[in-house]
């Protein structure tokens, strides 16, 4: 990670730590009508038994409600308020607030750019949630990483799209996440991917040539073992149906180091 982010990342987080302590999870009034676009302080509720915390969100406009779901928040203080889809920019997750989770950033804050980037496991694809071993997919990836400091090396970046292409190891234990989700029969080699890395030539690709030859490596091993997806013999080599493994890279909030 650069010094340049190092300081920003520490920075905001002082902010909101510094929010935190000084307010509380008191929510207060913020400047002109909210509307998407707007980034603001978000409440977030941890989950973990520390409490609430505040990030940085941006509002991606008015939550459309589900059938069933109530169109205003239902209780307490929130009644009937109009209720708000946020990306929380600096972790990548999302939520639903009102204003009465919110407060005003004060400059420079509100201007840094987000330290979450959109990223995919680089030359991956996966089962689309809902389909066979989807969700299962989607639950050993969380395990992975979720809460744990991670090693980044990006391979690409999509011009169009400008989604990082990334590989991701545990800094502490060591594992590689794209061979162990290839491993388990959760992944498989994106056949277009590979194709594009071969098409440069040998020794062209560098780390990314090495990194495809132990994905293969882990995927032969799969398919011999009949693992997940491999169960019933082989998928095929279309890239159509499955999904890359794409969700947000949360710079030093997920203690993730890039290497470029």
């Not at 800094?171 to 991917?193: C, P």
């Not at 098409?199 to 132990?214: F, N, P, S, V």
């Not at 998928?235 to 499955?242: L, P, R």
Request: hydrophobic share 45%; aromatic share 4%.
């Amino acid at each position: 990670m650069l010094e340049s982010e190092r300081a920003k990342v520490d920075a905001v987080r002082g902010y909101l730590d510094a929010m935190l302590e000084a307010h509380g999870a008191r929510h207060a009034a913020l400047m002109g009508d909210l509307k998407k676009g707007a980034v603001v302080a978000v409440l977030h509720d941890r989950g973990d038994g520390r409490g609430p915390r505040w990030l940085r969100g941006k509002v991606e406009g008015k939550h459309k409600a589900e059938a069933g779901e109530p169109v205003g928040a239902a209780a307490g203080a929130d009644a009937g308020l109009v209720r708000w889809d946020v990306l929380h920019m600096d972790v990548g997750s999302r939520a639903v607030a009102t204003v009465m989770q919110m407060r005003p950033l004060e400059p420079p804050f509100a201007t840094y750019a987000p330290l979450a980037r959109d990223a995919q496991l680089a030359l991956l694809r996966v089962a689309a949630l809902g389909k066979e071993h989807g969700e299962e997919a989607a639950e050993t990836l969380s395990v992975l990483t979720w809460g744990k400091p991670l090693l980044l090396t990006v391979h690409g970046v999509d011009a169009a799209t400008r989604c990082e292409h990334v590989e991701l190891v545990d800094a502490e234990s060591g594992a590689n996440v794209g061979l162990e989700l290839v491993g388990a029969g959760l992944a498989r080699v994106a056949s277009s991917e590979a194709k594009r890395v071969r098409r440069r030539g040998a020794g062209a690709g560098g780390a990314e040539e090495a990194y495809l030859k132990l994905l293969e490596e882990a995927q032969a091993d799969a398919k011999a073992a009949r693992e997940g997806i491999w169960t019933y013999g082989d998928v095929g080599d279309s890239d159509t149906e499955d999904k890359p493994v794409r969700s947000k890279v949360g710079g030093a909030w997920a203690a993730a180091a890039a290497k470029r």
